[in-house]
């Protein structure tokens, strides 16, 4: 697996970036977990191998080892041996659409708009700076990532997250990427439920479009108040799904 720009883009590069802070295994975990989780890593993607992955997020061969001993023992990987082997991501691991009605069951609404809020305080921040940096190459590759609504659901979900951190990756700013990878993941799955609404995905695509016109435009107010819009309509879907659960 490239960690180039060749190889990987540069949302899921931010994912291997050097990590400086402690509990270094764990949190090599973490930032695969939180991969996962968001749908940037999935099923069957091979991972770097154990030299690349130290190398790329500036920890030991050991530390690496020992994050993915654990990440294999939880799951979340499988190793194959032989000349194709290496590191994979479990084939088990997909996000369902019980496991992400179980986690709506389990989240009280407040908990739900605090989290929308929080999301919408950093994805604005990140498409205020884009929108003061942008240049023509970056809106190639962010506009690559609106899809049509009647896009595969899952396809939908990832191409929305990469989306979201292609904005942050525009303001150039590592911090606010993985701030956005780890409240997708703390999203978890509940993505996957408004995603599988085409309603919703014709809602989301004029928002994105919106998002990327402003960013374009280098309308900095303009490209806050449109990705704002565009988190509320997924914070505002859940809440709404939420209450017919009950």
């Known amino acids: 697996m490239l960690l180039t720009p060749q190889g990987a883009s540069r949302s899921l590069a931010a994912v291997f970036t050097p990590i400086k802070s402690r509990g270094l295994v764990d949190e090599v975990c973490g930032r695969i977990e939180q991969a996962v989780e968001t749908g940037l890593l999935t099923s069957g993607q091979r991972l770097p191998n154990e030299t690349e992955l130290a190398a790329a997020l500036g920890v030991s061969a050991v530390t690496a080892r020992e994050a993915l001993s654990q990440?294999?023992?939880?799951?979340?990987?499988?190793?194959?041996?032989?000349?194709?082997?290496?590191?994979?991501?479990?084939?088990?691991?997909?996000?369902?659409?019980?496991?992400?009605?179980?986690?709506?069951?389990?989240?009280?609404?407040?908990?739900?708009?605090?989290?929308?809020?929080?999301?919408?305080?950093?994805?604005?921040?990140c498409a205020s700076v884009a929108a003061r940096r942008s240049d023509a190459a970056d809106m190639a590759t962010?506009?690559?990532?609106?899809?049509?609504?009647?896009?595969?659901?899952?396809?939908?979900?990832?191409?929305?997250?990469e989306f979201l951190l292609e904005v942050a990756a525009i303001a150039r700013s590592a911090r606010l990427a993985r701030e956005l990878i780890r409240l997708q993941a703390d999203l978890g799955t509940l993505t996957l439920l408004?995603?599988?609404?085409?309603?919703?995905?014709?809602?989301?695509?004029?928002?994105?479009?919106?998002?990327?016109?402003?960013?374009?435009?280098?309308?900095?107010a303009a490209a806050e108040a449109a990705v704002k819009a565009l988190v509320a309509a997924t914070t505002d879907w859940l809440l709404n799904e939420q209450s017919k659960l009950y």
């Open 71 to 125: 990440l294999r023992t939880s799951g979340i990987i499988r190793t194959a041996r032989g000349r194709s082997g290496g590191s994979f991501i479990a084939d088990d691991v997909l996000p369902s659409r019980e496991r992400a009605l179980d986690q709506l069951r389990e989240l009280t609404r407040l908990q739900i708009s605090d989290l929308g809020l929080h999301y919408q305080t950093i994805a604005a921040a």
């Open 142 to 161: 962010l506009r690559s990532f609106i899809l049509t609504a009647e896009a595969d659901p899952l396809h939908w979900r990832l191409a929305l997250s």
């Open 194 to 220: 408004p995603c599988a609404d085409s309603g919703y995905r014709l809602t989301t695509a004029g928002l994105l479009e919106d998002v990327a016109a402003a960013v374009e435009a280098h309308q900095p």
